[in-house]
């Protein structure tokens, strides 16, 4: 509406109009877009349940929609129960983790960086080999794994933390540095974790949560919690655009455009440790999609972080439920790890993204 | 107006501005010069706050630089950086209409007022046809420009340059010079060239080996014997119709030993 309004006020100045129209059409592209993914993807599986069925299963609870129940109890179970959770975490997973990456990627300058980049899933991963190998956390029932992944989480980005800090503030150089650091320490943890426990099938658990799944999802209170995290870290990272590309350009910059560089990077840090440590913690680490979608939103709407955000995000979305969706279908019944498929899908675009900038010299 | 006192900074144990005071009075070119390493660029960081003197004080329109929030300096200081910001992805127009924001609140975007102001900065430095270019793919003349017209959208009360004309051919260094001579807006360029120095400052502060070698108007500053100690070259300078002209000669030392002899 406000480029049209522009329109009308004259030229367009700067193409910023048609920019805006641009982004409209693939937001609404991609919202779509989504929408149908979730009901394709929940209908996929071991039991095909038709598009149309989803649909009126889940109108059905969600707005009590009257009319014939056309379907069958293990239909409704399937798509309620089991399916629809799947989904919704895995839209939340996909879009947390590519937000992040676009966070991360401004706030150390380095269109290699990913949510990973800061050891916190390497903590995460300690704390869930903890609580599978030696039953840390039991005290939190069914909330023991998610638990003791977050509170490994939260241990990592302290450490990281007060390792790049120095006199008060955090560089992108010892931020990028202590990550590596820490992770590489917390990865060596838990594989003395699993070496320690000696137990066989323990460590094929390990190793499972490792590669990522989205299999733990129900209606919970981890599922609210991630949604409420996660939606809200894509919302301050879209109003705060205009400052995250200040920041992707330089300190000095960032400084004399009005924002202070070392305390909008230590918000950030804040921020994406909490989402990341909660997505981890949900569902494992899923590789290469932090990475990739920041590059592949901003193909699609230019660099301007108000811009890629929520397209990231839409994309981040849309292309983990599908590697969800793949992840069950290809081996059925058997699940593959999602973290297998998007590593898969996301190396060779990595290996694109490198040659592209070898090219261009940049 | 912009005045330092007393500032100094040191790189670790170095001391390369050590006890400087100047000041950048309203509406005049304040120019920075002296010689590689001399501390021009330190200067100019200490002045627009990047960097924080641990002794004296810097103050703009009478207000300590260090005590006013970051978007109210980035409205009266407006600044162009050596950081070139090269690797950005951003368009030409978005990065000059970043130079809105600290106008704008954090929930605002930019609006047609913005774009005119942007467009009409790129017009003032010859770059309009710039605008729907990446500036990653920019010469770095016209990187330079594209920077300029930023520090322009800010529309601060005071402009500070380091170095404007590097990159920049004869015909744009002395355009950016001379768009920055006639905006009438306080400004302080650091500057190589002494002669771009002569034509376009009104006031000169000549740095050389940690502090002050000398301050005053361009005309008093410019003059071979305060020049050659500082540059160790020897200066004959002109004073045309124009203004003041600079011709620089290598010191012959072994000459002048055998002279002496």
Redesign the interface.
């Known amino acids: 509406m406000t480029a049209i309004a522009l329109c009308k006020g004259g030229p367009d100045l700067l193409g910023v109009a048609a920019q805006r129209r641009r982004t409209g059409f693939w937001l609404l592209a991609l919202t779509v877009g989504l929408i149908v993914t979730g009901v394709v993807a929940v209908g996929s599986g071991a039991v095909g349940i038709p598009p149309l069925t989803v649909a009126r299963i889940i109108g059905h609870h969600l707005v009590g929609v009257p009319g014939d129940v056309t379907w069958t109890p293990p239909q409704e179970a399937i798509v309620w129960q089991v399916r629809l959770p799947r989904v919704l975490l895995g839209m939340l997973v996909g879009a947390g983790l590519a937000v992040c990456g676009v966070a991360l990627q401004a706030m150390v300058r380095n269109v290699l960086a990913d949510p990973y980049l800061l050891g916190i899933n390497s903590g995460a991963s300690s704390g869930a080999a903890a609580a599978i190998l030696f039953g840390a956390g039991a005290g939190f029932g069914q909330y023991a794994l998610s638990t003791s992944a977050f509170l490994g989480a939260l241990a990592a980005s302290l450490l990281v933390f007060l390792i790049a800090r120095s006199g008060g503030r955090v560089t992108s150089i010892r931020l990028l540095l202590s990550g590596v650091a820490v992770g590489y320490a917390l990865y060596a943890t838990t594989s003395f974790l699993i070496f320690a426990s000696g137990s066989a099938e323990g460590a094929r658990s390990v190793m499972f949560w490792l590669l990522g799944s989205l299999g733990l999802a129900r209606w919970d209170a981890l599922l609210a919690v991630a949604a409420i995290v996660l939606i809200g870290m894509i919302g301050y990272l879209t109003v705060v655009g205009r400052r995250l590309d200040v920041l992707a350009i330089g300190d000095e910059t960032a400084q004399t455009l009005g924002v202070s560089p070392d305390r909008f990077r230590l918000r950030l840090l804040v921020l994406v440790s909490l989402s990341v440590g909660v997505l981890v913690s949900a569902a494992g680490s899923i590789g290469f999609v932090g990475l990739v979608v920041p590059h592949l939103a901003r193909r699609v709407v230019g660099a301007a972080h108000v811009r890629v955000v929520p397209v990231a995000a839409l994309l981040g979305a849309i292309l983990l439920i599908w590697a969800d969706v793949l992840a069950r279908v290809l081996l059925a019944p058997q699940e593959i790890p999602i973290g297998i498929i998007t590593s898969l899908l996301g190396a060779p675009f990595l290996l694109i993204l490198i040659r592209r900038l070898h090219a261009t010299g940049a | 107006m912009i005045r330092a006192s007393e500032v100094s900074w040191r790189y670790g144990a170095n001391p390369v501005i050590d006890g400087v005071s100047v000041t950048a009075r309203p509406g005049r070119v304040l120019g920075l010069i002296g010689p590689n390493g001399s501390g021009k660029t330190t200067l100019l960081r200490l002045l627009?706050?990047?960097l924080r003197s641990p002794t004296g004080q810097v103050t703009v329109d009478g207000d300590e630089l260090s005590a006013l929030p970051?978007?109210?300096?980035?409205?009266r200081?407006?600044?162009v950086?050596q950081?070139a910001?090269g690797?950005?992805?951003?368009?030409v127009?978005?990065?000059?209409?970043?130079?809105r924001?600290?106008h704008?609140s954090?929930?605002q975007?930019?609006s047609?007022a913005d774009?005119?102001i942007?467009?009409r900065c790129?017009a003032r430095v010859g770059a309009a046809h710039l605008?729907?270019r990446a500036f990653?793919q920019l010469s770095g003349g016209e990187r330079q420009r594209v920077l300029i017209a930023r520090a322009l959208a800010?529309q601060a009360t005071h402009l500070l340059l380091d170095e404007p004309t590097n990159h920049l051919d004869i015909r744009y260094q002395h355009e950016v010079l001379h768009l920055v001579r006639t905006l009438g807006t306080c400004s302080v360029v650091v500057l190589h060239d002494l002669n771009l120095a002569a034509r376009y400052c009104d006031d000169l502060v000549l740095l050389g080996s940690g502090g002050v070698a000398a301050a005053g108007t361009t005309d008093e500053v410019l003059d071979a014997t305060v020049l050659e100690p500082v540059y160790g070259i020897g200066i004959q300078r002109l004073d045309l119709d124009d203004g003041i002209h600079l011709l620089f000669h290598p010191i012959d030392h072994t000459a002048k030993q055998r002279s002496a002899a």
């Open positions: 627009y706050g990047a970051s978007r109210e300096a980035a409205r200081l407006a600044v950086v950081e910001g690797e950005t992805a951003l368009t127009a978005e990065l000059v209409l970043l130079g924001g600290p704008l954090t929930f975007r930019t047609r774009h005119e942007a467009a790129l605008g729907g990653a800010q």
